[in-house]
């Protein structure tokens, strides 16, 4: 993938709750802390990247049954931050986990013996579970949990897969028996799990309206009448905004109609769908800088 810079290590207070990955400049992602006995209340992070850059962050959702949390990361806007190429993974992929808690432990690498779909039960979405043989388990195997799974496959292009569960998360997923066996998260299930990932919550992150356009501003202290929520820079913004949604929108309707019709197999649209979340967002960042909009 060029680097592993985009894993970084979450920490609270002087504890380290393991790994976990960039996803844009504003997102990571981590295995559940709250899993890891973090306090419910307690949803402020630290973050230090490969480089030893540190970040600030707060966790905004928790998916226990995933095993996964999403992170809120606050970065200065000239600091240069690396984001991995994301991807799927199939039955017989090598795998490799580039995050290890120490120098002085190995990395975990092995091979994908299964990709599990599971079910929503109506309160959960559906989900995507990523069992892993290790080729050697360490004894100390939660140092590692939260880190990116990596596909290494020989003749596929490197690309982020997957984030290690912790052993809560993976005992419900990993049948009995099966003792050299790690659970990961599968990345793009995550993107579908998880609120603040979806493509219209991201490009509302980048243009900065993430309040709702039709709830009225308060009243001004001289009693005059309430006005509206949004300025016309702002409701200018939010028009390019919805123009690029609609067109990435389609988009998605296009590649769902493919998937019904049998022309492309479901875990083939995987990419495309990152593709287009991702033209998406260089779409609506073209169209508010057109805009005059501060991104």
């Not at 579970?129 to 100390?140: N, S």
């Not at 997957?162 to 419900?172: R, V």
């Amino acid at each position: 993938m060029g680097n592993d810079e985009y894993w970084v290590v979450v920490c609270r207070g002087e504890t380290v709750l393991g790994g976990g990955v960039l996803l844009t400049r504003h997102h990571a992602l981590t295995a559940d802390p709250y899993q890891r006995g973090l306090p419910a209340e307690e949803n402020s992070v630290r973050l230090f990247t490969a480089n030893g850059d540190r970040l600030y962050g707060t966790v905004i959702e928790a998916n226990p049954t995933m095993g996964l949390a999403l992170v809120s990361v606050a970065a200065h806007p000239r600091q240069d931050l690396a984001t991995p190429r994301m991807d799927h993974a199939v039955k017989g992929d090598e795998w490799q986990a580039p995050y290890r808690p120490s120098q002085l432990v190995r990395r975990l690498s092995g091979t994908v013996d299964a990709v599990t779909h599971e079910p929503g039960d109506g309160s959960e979405r559906p989900h995507t579970t990523i069992q892993l043989t290790c080729d050697r388990i360490p004894d100390q195997y939660t140092g590692y949990r939260g880190g990116p799974v990596e596909r290494r496959t020989h003749g596929t292009v490197p690309a982020l897969v997957g984030i290690l569960t912790s052993p809560e998360a993976a005992s419900s997923a990993v049948a009995p028996g099966a003792p050299d066996t790690l659970t990961a998260g599968a990345i793009d299930s995550a993107m579908d799990v998880f609120e603040g990932l979806s493509a219209y919550t991201l490009a509302q992150w980048l243009v900065g309206v993430r309040d709702d356009p039709t709830t009225p501003a308060e009243p001004q202290q001289n009693g005059t009448p309430p006005v509206a929520a949004a300025s016309a820079a702002t409701r200018t913004r939010r028009q390019a905004l919805d123009d690029q949604l609609e067109i990435g929108n389609r988009g998605m309707e296009i590649l769902d109609g493919w998937v019904k019709l049998k022309s492309i197999e479901p875990l083939d649209a995987t990419p495309y769908r990152l593709a287009i979340a991702d033209a998406l967002v260089e779409a609506v960042t073209d169209a508010i800088s057109r805009t005059g909009g501060e991104l």
